[in-house]
């Protein structure tokens, strides 16, 4: 009995030894995206825009646009004026000792002003006196007026010795003021008139050994608001550079655009006439083919008139160059589907040198832009586009631990777009190596397939693609630094079954939900 | 959804994976003279209203929960279940020689041990979520609303008198908290439709849990009481009632504990593409997931009461001549989650140093009961085994496992 007993209790003692983990699996599934993508959401700009029911792509970009201080600006500009002391003067207060008026010419190169008008400008005059008595400048600008009130005021400057001239700084704000640049005679140009009366302030004394009054005059700041005159046979030139990223992500393949033109429209708002030359427009798509754009006017100079009217009336003058499918490559290059386009000009004012007497004229709301115009329907064709990104991703479980050891994406879509698409997914380890491909087990079907829908006003076609993640998939999964999304579209005619040339109706959108279900195996 | 299915998974396997601790072996009542007695108690009991033995084991034991494991255990459950466990050991030791408060007759008592709590009062949906997942319950409501959790891990010493005739008893206890976890799911329920496009998450609860891995998180006071009543009991005969209370008290929390209390309704159908690889992505550096669920996170010193119980009953009777005597009671915990727990069995003595029993019981964590013990005496000491779930042993069916030792030592 008693070992019957001991038995017992040592029996009951050892029953519970864990030897193993605790395993079991349970399905989970959850929701991971609701989205809808239109067209809007891949342009942030007037790009697409409805024309009878269908989007049409308006590329219009404005490639440069220059403005009046492009062509015309006055460098800062320092000019000294010496005036000699009276000798042996017994000065007695409000006697005017000396005046002086003066030419100031300003160094322009080739650019010949009659008259500017500014929105803003200073001269800073430094006045260094050495005599015994305050001396008062009296400084007028006979050329400077405001409202039809020639510039005139006065400003002091204290007594002082040769070895300490008294100091005076004063500034001269000339925002608003007009400047006639014809000199004393009114015939030159980039001359400013000054006139300078020296004025006792004070008794003084005889000055046996004077030395001069110096008078400093710095134009600084100046911002032209209207300038008349010749502008001189300047030339601009620059190369602009325009990247398209969403065109970065095209892999292969292509797509077939209709007829279509590019128009490079020149306005001109100045009164000066030009000549332009369009020196290359090209671009270089992912792959890295580059196409130019050749024909039409390519590398052909074209004329540029002047603007016309006035303030208030000013008519800018336009120029457009058209390059369409008769005259170039056009379409040859928009195919190319390059994300990175260059843009060459060059302009040259006055090519005819002072045809207008020195009557150029340019305004402060005057520009000369140069804008490309491309509106085209939105229909395309594609032919095994493949468009491709690269997401980096880093996932960590552990097998030995709760994990997720399968389980499949679900993607369900209703596509308004008349593409059809199939998109898969290649896992790579950081090496770059693709380890596994998951492919969707249909495709994305294009709207074509579907029915009608009196809401949207066109037709919509429902999908669901499944991804299936497989153990083996799922057991490589914390190797995988990096995801490339590869999706190909084409543009299918489910008549023919070719692909065409499709218009996109307005407000076509692709709704997306993706879910997830997956089993997970539960370790403790 | 995998935190929360980890929670449930951890709480199962604490609740199981211990042994046991002896509450209902018969008390070999003796009013016999010693100088000092000597008591080790140490075991548990796991065990609830639905969860079959068979998915038990596998978190004792390990192995796969099989799907015929899962289905057997999730067909029995019942719109309410419950689930629990007890688990400790304790050492006593009783002076009769020494007089305490100059009363001749009181000894005194020392007295330490080590205890753990755990208890679960939870939905049948609970147990589908943790072991289905969510997936077969698309186009239904998940509701695991009312599901209550206590957990609480203590260490206590203690000092008291004893009666050295009646040996009745009652100790001071002071309590070392080590870990507490307690959970009130007031409404919890998880909408999801057909198709699986949308899920909203209802929630109305709170959540205490320890903010630190400190072994002593807080302090307790409390009592253990022992009383053996005589009543007459049939003709000429005398019984004995005990009436007994053990770790009956309150601590208090000095440590900080996490509260995690939420009030919402949070809808998802998924991410924008603009939320998902966007200027305001969701997985920004300001995600914080509990903002975006509506859970408030604060910290608080709590007050709580001990998971202690009070039990009444008739005991086995050392002085009976019989050789058959019955035993029977009653034990309640204050919980919620413990429903009062009835038993009544069967004590047989077939030699002078040998006791064999059976019961009955219902109630607790679970429902019926059958439990088996034996006691043997050799000479000054006695070894007592004994399990109050008898088919846990025998059945995958069984809804728990149990089994408690004593070793005693008197002279």
Known sequence: MKRTATFLILLLLVVACKKEKTVWENDWSTPIINDTLSLANLTNDSTLIESSGFYELDMSRTLFDLKISEFVSIPDTTIQEVFPAPVGLNLSPGFTFDNSTTEHVINLDDIQLKKIILDEGFIDIRVENPLATEIIFEVLLPGVSKDGVLFSNQYSSPAGTAANPGISNQTIDLSGYTLDLTGVSGGEYNVLVSTINLIAGQPGAFVLDPDPMKVDATFRGIKINYARGYFGNQIVSDTTNVFLEVMNSVQSGAIDLPNTSITFEIENGIKVSAEGTLTTVTNTNLSGNTVDLTGGQMGTSFNVDPATGTWDNLSPSLKSINFNSANSNIEAYIENLGASHDFGYSLQLNPWGNVSGGYDEVFSSSKLSVRMKANMPLTIGIDALVLRDTFDIQLNQDPEKTHIKSGELILQASNGFPISGSVKLMLCDQAGTVLHTVIGSSELRSSLYGAYSAKHGFEVEDSEIRYLLSEAVLNDINNVYTIIVESTFNSINPTTGVNEQMSIPFGAFLAVKLKTKFTSENKF | ?411
Request: charged share 20%; glycine share 10%.
């Open chain 2, 1 to 411: 959804m995998k935190g929360f299915q980890r929670f449930i998974a951890v709480l199962v396997l604490v609740l199981s994976a211990f042994h046991a601790q002896s509450q209902i072996i018969p008390l070999g009542y003796d009013t016999l003279k010693y100088s000092h007695e000597f008591f080790l108690d140490a075991g548990g009991d796991y065990y609830g209203s639905s969860v079959e033995r068979d998915l038990l084991s596998k978190f004792i034991r390990g192995g796969m929960i099989t799907e015929e494991i899962k289905d057997n255990s999730f067909n029995r459950h019942k719109a309410i279940n419950r689930f629990g466990a007890v688990l400790g050991a304790e050492f006593e030791y009783r002076n009769y020689n020494k007089r305490i408060f100059k009363k001749k007759d009181w000894g005194f008592v020392i007295k330490g041990g080590y205890h753990l709590f755990a208890g679960m009062l939870y939905s049948k949906d609970l147990f589908g979520l943790a072991f289905y997942g969510n997936e077969p319950y698309m186009g239904e409501t998940i509701d695991i609303s009312g599901t209550n959790v206590s957990y609480m891990n203590f260490q206590k010493i203690g000092f008291g008198m004893i009666d050295s005739k009646t040996k009745s008893s009652v100790s001071l206890n002071v309590y070392n908290i080590s870990d507490r976890f307690s959970g009130n799911f007031r409404t919890v329920k998880l909408f999801q439709d057909l198709a699986g496009d949308e899920i909203t998450l209802e929630m109305d609860g709170e959540v205490d849990v320890k903010n630190n891995k400190k072994f002593n998180q807080g302090i307790g006071f409390g009592l253990d009481l022992d009383f053996k009543v005589p009543v007459s009991w049939g003709k000429n005969r005398k019984a004995f009632l005990r009436f007994q209370a053990q770790n009956v008290g309150f601590a208090y929390m000095y440590e900080k504990q996490k509260v995690y209390s939420f009030d919402t309704t949070f809808t998802f159908d998924g991410l924008t593409f603009n939320q998902l690889i966007g200027d305001d992505s969701f997985f920004g550096d300001s995600l914080n997931i509990l903002d975006t669920l509506g859970i408030r996170t604060t910290e608080k010193n709590r007050t709580v009461m001990l998971p202690g119980f009070l039990q009444i009953g008739k005991i086995v009777d050392e002085h009976y001549d019989g050789k058959v005597q019955s035993f029977f009671g009653l034990r309640l915990y204050p919980s919620l989650i413990y429903s009062p727990y009835i038993f009544a069995g069967v004590d047989y003595r077939p030699a002078k140093w040998a006791r064999i029993g059976a019961n009955v019981a219902y109630g607790g964590f679970g429902g019926f009961r059958a439990g088996l013990y034996t006691n043997l005496t050799f000479d000054k000491y006695s070894v007592g085994v004994a399990t109050e779930n008898i088919l846990g042993f025998f059945t995958k069916k069984a809804s728990g496992q149990s089994l408690f030792i004593r070793l005693r030592c008197a002279f």
